[in-house]
């Protein structure tokens, strides 16, 4: 992928972090914070801030507010349900259309995964992301392992991906992940999944993978997709599991109420997600 310039670098800084902010200011219960006090605290002017903001996330920033109210989830289950079963049918080839960026993905085979990782070198880092820190995993194959620690302690996410590979070796290595990664946060280019897990579990995030951006589903209509409607409490368990967030979008599985349910890296991560992401399905 093409590299970002460093006005574009910067730019991408200025949204994460207006990103965290509205969304720590929508989770303690405060008002919608003002166009001016917003551009304030990123060092801009009101018009230059409400511009950028439109222009990477698809909206102004008083409408990106409104998507995270505590109802926005079960208005987007009305509005947006997403059924898997016709998704589905028109078969899922390995090359799927998400978050405006093209995504290969391959699974290893149930041999491979028996194995625990012996012989994988995985490489690993910290990086920044629109959510907050990202913890990246790869091997030569693709991207394996993405974390958020805006939640958890980055020790306590890093043991948390390592253990569904113990056999593995993990090398630190930001620079050779870095363009796999802001092709993924930054929705250019194209990004490579290696997915690594159980037989059930793939078919589980294979359901994830298609539905829409700016749709959502249930954990009982995932169960109907992959063909077992009676396990929904293996395919949450399977969606908890699933190593690569936000680009397998467990997010996007709500509870049949419309709550949010739970998310393994937070609900706040969750709730910005689903925002994100509705609000360019809108622009």
């Not at 060092?43 to 505590?70: C, E, I, N, T």
């Not at 930001?174 to 796999?180: E, Q």
């Not at 467990?250 to 049949?256: D, F, V, Y």
Request: proline share 5%; charged share 20%.
């Amino acid at each position: 992928m093409n590299m970002q310039t460093p006005e574009q670098g910067y730019h991408y800084q200025v949204m994460r972090r207006a990103i965290e902010l509205i969304d720590d200011n929508s989770a303690g219960g405060g008002k919608d914070m003002s166009l001016e006090d917003l551009a304030a605290r990123m060092d801009m002017s009101p018009a230059h801030f409400q511009r950028l903001f439109s222009q990477w996330v698809g909206v102004s920033p008083k409408r990106y507010q409104q998507y995270l109210a505590l109802g926005h989830a079960r208005a987007l289950l009305r509005d947006r349900f997403s059924t898997l079963e016709t998704a589905l049918g028109t078969g899922l080839s390995g090359t799927g259309r998400l978050h405006d960026l093209f995504l290969r993905w391959e699974a290893m085979s149930p041999g491979e995964f028996a194995r625990r990782g012996a012989g994988l070198t995985i490489r690993w880092g910290w990086l920044d992301s629109p959510f907050g820190p990202a913890l990246v995993m790869a091997t030569d194959r693709g991207l394996c392992g993405i974390a958020f620690g805006s939640e958890c302690s980055r020790d306590a996410a890093f043991a948390d991906l390592a253990s569904r590979w113990p056999e593995a070796g993990f090398v630190e290595d930001v620079d050779a992940l870095r363009p796999w990664a802001e092709a993924a946060f930054a929705q250019s280019g194209e990004t490579r999944l290696h997915m690594i897990g159980a037989p059930f579990q793939i078919k589980v995030w294979e359901a994830l993978l298609a539905i829409p951006s700016g749709s959502v589903t249930t954990y009982s209509e995932i169960a109907q997709a992959v063909g077992h409607p009676r396990a929904v409490r293996a395919v949450g368990t399977a969606v908890g599991r699933n190593p690569v967030s936000w680009l397998i979008p467990c997010h996007r599985a709500l509870r049949k109420s419309g709550g949010l349910g739970g998310y393994h890296w937070g609900l706040q991560v969750k709730r910005a997600m689903l925002a994100f992401e509705a609000a360019r399905a809108e622009s």
